[in-house]
C-alpha cells in the first residue's frame, strides 16, 4: 500500500484503521470486561469465533504475504493498523489477542517451497502459534557470541543439543525456529536454523513464571533431538542472518503495538481528569495533571513519528537497523511513562483490576527488554553515531 510524502495516509488506509478501531470496540473490548483481569488468553471457543469474523471481515494476516491469503500489507500500514489493534486489555500479546491472525516466524519465508506451504501456510491459516528459540541463559543480547546450542550432522540427521530461555509458546506451539551452532571455529558464519516440531523426542519445555500474565515464556531443552536434514532453514551458516532480518523489521510492529497501549492509557488518563473531581474542582484544572497529559503527549507523537519514519524508509529496502532500534528503545520507553502517569492521575484506581491499567503497568516493564533491552539499542545508536 503506497503511502505519500509527508505521511499523509491513504483513505484506503485510514478506512482499514476504522474498521480495526470498531472491531475492538464491538467484539473484544465487551468480552474482555466479562473474563478475569487477569486471564492469559481468550477462551479457544471466543478466539475461534472473533477469529471468523476478522477473516469475513477480511481483518485476517494483513501483514502476511497475498499468495499465502494474507493482506499484503507493507510495514508502515501494518503499524498504523497494530496501533489500533493494541488498544485494549489484552493488547500486547500477539497483536489483540491473536484474533487478527498470528505469523510464523519470518525466517521461514527462506525456506523450501515444501517447507513453506507445510509450516508457513497452515499457520497463517488456522492461526497456528510458533515459537523464535535464539536467546540462551549466557546472553540473548549477544547471539553471535552466547548460542552454545549445538546442532552435528549425522548422516541425513541433525541433532540439537543444547538449552534455551524465556521462549514464548515453545510448550504448546506445533512448530518453531531454532538457532544452533553448526560450526563452532565461523562465529556468527557458524549459526544455523532449524524447524522444530513440538513432541520431537530430546524437545521439553517448562513454564517460567514472570510478571506478565500473557505470554508464558518457556524453559527449552534439546537433549540428543533429531531432525530430518529438510528442517535446516536456507544454508547452514545463514542463521543469525535470518534472525536479525526479523529482529529488524519487527521492531517497528512491536514498537507500534507499544504506542497503541500508551495513546489507550492517555485517553484513559484525560477522561479521569475530566471526571474526577478534589477540592471543589476537575484534576483537569490542576498545573501538576495537565503538565503530565502535556508530557505524555508530547512523547506519543514523537514516538509515532519516529515509528512511522522507520517503517517507512524499511519499505523503501534502506538500511533501517538503527531506526529500528530508535523506535523500539523509545517507544517502550514512552509506553512505561505513560501508563505510570496514568496510574497516578487514577489514584487507588489505577493499581486496582477494575481497570486494564496495573495489567499494562506489569506488562509495559517486559517492552524494556523484549526485541532487546534498551541498554543494547543504545549501544546500537550510539555506534551509528561514530561511524
Not at 534472525?243 to 492509557?265: I, M, Q, T
Request: hydrophobic residues 40%.
Amino acid at each position: 500500500m503506497a503511502v505519500f510524502p509527508g505521511f499523509t495516509l491513504p483513505e484506503e488506509l485510514r478506512a482499514l484503521r476504522t474498521q480495526v478501531r470498531r472491531f475492538i470496540q464491538d467484539e473484544i473490548i465487551p468480552l474482555e470486561q466479562r473474563l478475569d483481569p487477569d486471564a492469559p488468553e481468550l477462551p479457544a471457543e471466543d478466539w475461534k469465533r472473533l477469529a471468523a469474523k476478522t477473516k469475513a471481515a477480511g481483518l485476517w494476516a494483513l501483514g502476511a504475504p497475498e499468495e499465502y491469503g494474507g493482506g499484503g500489507l507493507d510495514t508502515f500500514s501494518m503499524c498504523v493498523v497494530l496501533e489500533e489493534m493494541a488498544q485494549h486489555r489484552m493488547g500486547l500479546y500477539n497483536s489483540g489477542c491473536g484474533v487478527f491472525g498470528r505469523y510464523p516466524p519470518p525466517a521461514i519465508w527462506a525456506g523450501s517451497k515444501a517447507q513453506i506451504e507445510k509450516y508457513a501456510v497452515p499457520t497463517l491459516r488456522d492461526g497456528w502459534e510458533t515459537f523464535f528459540a535464539i536467546t540462551e541463559p549466557a546472553g540473548g543480547s549477544d547471539p553471535a557470541g552466547a548460542i552454545q546450542t549445538r546442532a552435528e550432522k549425522h548422516g541425513d540427521r541433525w541433532v540439537l543439543n543444547g538449552r534455551k530461555v524465556f521462549i514464548s509458546r515453545a510448550h504448546d506451539a506445533p512448530w518453531g525456529v531454532v538457532f544452533a551452532r553448526t560450526d563452532k571455529t565461523k562465529g556468527r558464519d557458524g549459526i544455523s536454523c532449524f524447524i522444530v516440531e513440538r513432541g520431537t523426542p530430546g524437545f521439553s519445555a517448562r513454564n517460567i513464571r514472570t510478571i506478565r500474565t500473557s505470554a508464558v515464556p518457556n524453559d527449552v531443552v534439546f537433549e540428543d533431538c533429531e531432525l530430518p536434514a529438510e528442517n535446516l532453514v536456507g544454508a547452514p551458516g545463514q542463521g543469525l542472518d535470518l534472525a536479525f532480518d526479523l529482529l529488524v523489521k519487527n521492531r517497528f510492529p512491536y514498537s507500534a503495538c507499544n504506542l497503541g497501549v500508551a495513546v489507550a492509557a492517555h485517553r484513559m488518563a484525560i477522561a479521569h481528569a475530566k471526571q474526577r473531581s478534589t477540592f471543589g474542582a476537575p484534576l483537569a484544572q490542576r498545573q501538576a495533571i495537565q503538565w503530565m497529559l502535556a508530557d505524555a503527549e508530547v512523547e506519543i507523537r514523537a514516538a509515532r513519528w519516529l515509528i512511522w519514519e522507520g517503517a517507512w524508509k524499511a519499505d523503501r529496502g534502506e538500511d533501517a537497523r538503527v531506526e529500528a532500534s530508535i523506535a523500539k528503545l523509545y517507544s517502550s520507553e514512552v509506553l512505561g511513562r505513560v501508563i505510570d502517569a496514568a496510574v497516578q492521575i487514577h489514584g487507588g484506581y489505577g493499581v486496582s483490576k477494575e481497570f486494564p491499567l496495573e495489567r499494562w503497568y506489569r506488562e509495559a516493564r517486559v517492552r524494556r527488554i523484549g526485541e532487546g533491552p534498551s541498554e543494547v539499542h543504545r549501544m546500537v545508536i550510539a555506534r551509528s553515531l561514530f561511524r
